[in-house]
């Protein structure tokens, strides 16, 4: 990390050029302890800038965004007092303007030289940073190397999107404090930024140069203005053509799109988040934030490819969901599910994950959304793992979608004691999309012709997705 990049050349990278406005006053040294204060006095030539912290207002390919951006070379980015009350009031008049707050951290945490005083004022940052995401302001972090202790436990894990630079060690226990304190090294890899992203701690590790394009597009994802519709939707009525039994052969076909085939084809753009940010991570949910044929809005979907026999669906992708959830909620987007499951994990590991209270959870969510929903069932709809994602505003189906408590084999196996029955249950359950709309569950049916490339159905099911979210915001 020796080419660690200086402040300046991140606000230089990252803001459009000429736009950087500082926010920050002089600061306040009198009273201080004198050799602290040459350490001070210190820390400043050898960083070029008068704390560890710089503050201010820019514009990032032309939107107004407020920018925290810690500077190492100052004592080790810790946190004092005036670095601490500069960021509180940055993030406090990012608040009042409307702004988002992008925040780079490279810190060893508080500043020990002023104690405790300076370490409660982690709780003041903490406070105004939630107070700006209450306002429906989006907060995206890039944690650098190293990124530690208190900020790592404050700000730096406090954004709607968070990723960190190759190689950059973070966690909250600085290894050499647990060398000492342990007696024994810390175990290697545990605080890379490429660990974090595996355990879903963090959503990505991106290099310096890849910043501009992602801030750029998730900005443009988060704030920007819905653009024109340019896919077509399928608007022919549906007519029952095929049995229940044949669509759901259909649907477990390897052919099958699924929802990563809708974000392919069907999003202008997107930027995938990953994990709970609570250690878990389930890659049968994706959590996304994308811009389906147009129309910005928060992705989560079951992905097809990822649900096996020996992996199946488990607590810990509900858990993720429930992130996606969250944040259309707190970013005022619109929030799309896809549905499209063999059935959740039932295991004794799913049991102790609380697999019954998650499906719970996701239903009670769906049903109390403070943002316009679109559920769309895309394909296997098995259990309480496809209801999990069901309520919404306006249920789309796929023409071959089809929704059950259990596999129609699961269904014979209980009412005829063997597996024959299954195409005659499928029918007996009208589990198939004609009869959930016929029932009112299903609102609208997108067809699926006879030979239907998985490219052309992608983006038909974005189409008619973006078409219902531009409905129900402008009711």
Known sequence: MSDRLTAHQLLDLVLDDGS????????????????????????????????????????????????????????????????????????????????????????????????????VHMVDISRALMDHRAAGLPYLVYLRHPTTGGVFA??????????????????????????????????????????????????????????????????????????????ERRTSDVHRVRSAWDSIQITRGPRRAGVREVLRYGSDATVRLQGTEKGERDSAMIVALARLDGQP???????????????????????????GMRLANELRLPLVSFIDTPGAELSPEAEEGAIAGEIARCISWMSTMRVPTVSVLLGQG?????????????????????????????????????????????????????????????????????GDPPDAFARAIAAEVSAQVRALTTR
């Open 154 to 231: 404050s700000w730096g894990s406090l954004a709607h999107i968070t990723i960190a630079e190759p190689g950059a060690l973070i966690g909250f226990l600085g290894p050499k404090v647990y060398e000492l304190l342990e007696g024994k090294p810390f175990p290697p890899n545990v605080q890379t930024a490429e660990n974090l992203a595996d355990r879903g701690i963090i959503d990505a590790v991106v290099l310096p140069d890849e910043l501009p394009m992602l801030i750029d597009r998730a900005l443009g994802l988060l704030i920007d203005a819905p653009t024109p519709q340019i896919r």
């Open 382 to 450: 098995c259990g309480g793992g496809a209801l999990a994602l069901l309520p919404a505003d306006v249920v789309i189906a796929a023409e071959n979608a089809w929704l059950s408590p259990l596999p129609p084999e699961g269904a014979s196996a209980i009412v005829h004691g063997d597996l024959d029955h299954a195409a005659e249950m499928a029918d007996a359950q009208h589990v198939g999309a004609i009869d959930l709309y016929q029932n009112g569950t299903v609102q609208h049916i997108v067809p699926e012709p006879v």
């Open 20 to 119: 950087f406005e500082s926010w920050d006053s002089p600061v306040d040294r009198s009273g201080l302890d004198p050799t602290y204060q040459q350490e001070l006095i210190a820390a400043t030539e050898r960083a070029g800038t008068d704390e560890s912290v710089l503050t201010g207002r820019g514009l990032m390919r032309g939107r107004p965004v407020a920018v925290l951006v810690n500077e190492f070379r100052f004592l080790a980015g810790s946190i004092g007092r005036e670095a601490a009350l500069r960021i509180v009031a940055a993030v406090r008049r990012a608040t009042a303007e409307g702004i988002p707050v992008l925040a780079t951290t490279a810190s060893g945490g508080t500043r020990m030289q002023e104690g405790t005083p300076a370490f």
């Open 297 to 323: 809005c928060v992705v989560i979907g079951q992905d097809r490819t990822k649900q096996t026999r020996a992996k199946p669906m488990g607590p810990a992708a509900l858990r993720e969901a429930r992130r």
